[in-house]
């Protein structure tokens, strides 16, 4: 596809996410990089899109209100509290913005629940939750498709230290709210609650979520049968996605777990909880692509 049938990506935030989203950029057949902006040209992040030949500036979003014609799509790749500032300025220039942050100013998305949604409602902010809301969420709302009343689910996610920087770090607190706020969004429970494990162990482990759900006369087979469909409806754009554990009863409880291997861009392989949302994000872009131009395609290259 030659480049003027892709939209063009910015990118804010030249750490991890940022850095593994510019290289999923790059393979895709919808998008192209036009910018790749942090505030440290001495960074790891920027050295690589340098070598990689992307654009950089170390003026962050400064580097868009110079040049608002750069892009089409902004990755807000920054903290919760940065995307607050940065939303302001870009909504004003009429860009899109896809936020990788807990800041939960747009819209909650999760690609294979409501990806169309968000392109027929025309929002301009898409909000990816978290990593722990992309792995769990589905699961979650695949229960509801099963079961409308839940009276309660909780998610626990086990990363690497490793994959957790500094942005994750600072944004504990929110990554929390954001996650049980969408869970109940998408399933309907009456309440929720998140749970993320920063785990030390060497070698590092891989990316875990296990989800709880309390059910009155939980109907298992059809559970699983929705389950299964939702992880099939996962791997198209998250390849390394696995359900390791079924849905089954304990304890009065129906649960379940996943793992998330990542694809090993840039970032290596345990860190699937980062690759999870940074494939969610490429999928809701490529899209965006697709609606622009038109154009479909069975064969999309996700991350």
Request: proline content about 5%; glycine content about 8%.
């Amino acid at each position: 596809m030659s480049q003027a049938n892709k939209i063009r990506i910015a990118i804010i935030g030249s750490g991890n996410i940022g850095t593994d989203l510019m290289v999923k950029v790059m393979r895709s057949q919808h998008l192209i990089c036009t910018l790749f902006a942090g505030r440290n040209f001495n960074s790891a992040g920027m050295k690589r899109a340098s070598q990689l030949g992307v654009p950089i500036s170390d003026r962050g979003i400064e580097a868009i209100i110079a040049d608002p014609s750069i892009c089409d799509v902004v990755f807000d790749a920054t903290s919760a509290q940065a995307h607050v500032g940065h939303w302001a300025v870009l909504e004003k220039l009429g860009k899109t913005v896809i936020d990788m942050t807990p800041a939960k100013l747009g819209e909650f998305c999760i690609p294979a629940i409501n990806a169309q949604a968000c392109l027929d409602t025309g929002t301009r902010n898409i909000n990816m939750i978290t990593c722990g809301g992309q792995s769990s969420i589905p699961i979650a709302n695949a229960i509801s498709q099963v079961h409308a009343n839940i009276e309660y689910i909780e998610v626990a996610s086990s990363i690497a230290s490793r994959s957790a920087g500094p942005a994750t770090r600072a944004n504990l607190d929110e990554y929390i709210e954001t996650t049980e706020d969408a869970l109940q969004r998408f399933s309907g429970a009456q309440r929720t609650k998140a749970i993320l494990i920063l785990n030390p162990a060497n070698p590092p482990i891989d990316m875990q979520t296990t989800i709880y759900a309390k059910i009155a006369n939980p109907d298992l087979p059809a559970i699983q049968a929705a389950v299964g469909a939702m992880v099939e409806q996962l791997k198209t754009y998250v390849p390394g996605y696995q359900l390791i554990v079924p849905p089954t009863i304990e304890g009065g409880k129906v649960v379940t777990t996943i793992k998330v291997l990542g694809a090993g861009d840039y970032l290596p392989q345990y860190a699937g909880n980062l690759d999870i949302i940074n494939c969610a994000a490429i999928a809701m872009a490529e899209m965006i692509a697709v609606a622009k131009f038109g154009k479909h395609t069975k064969e999309r290259k996700h991350g």
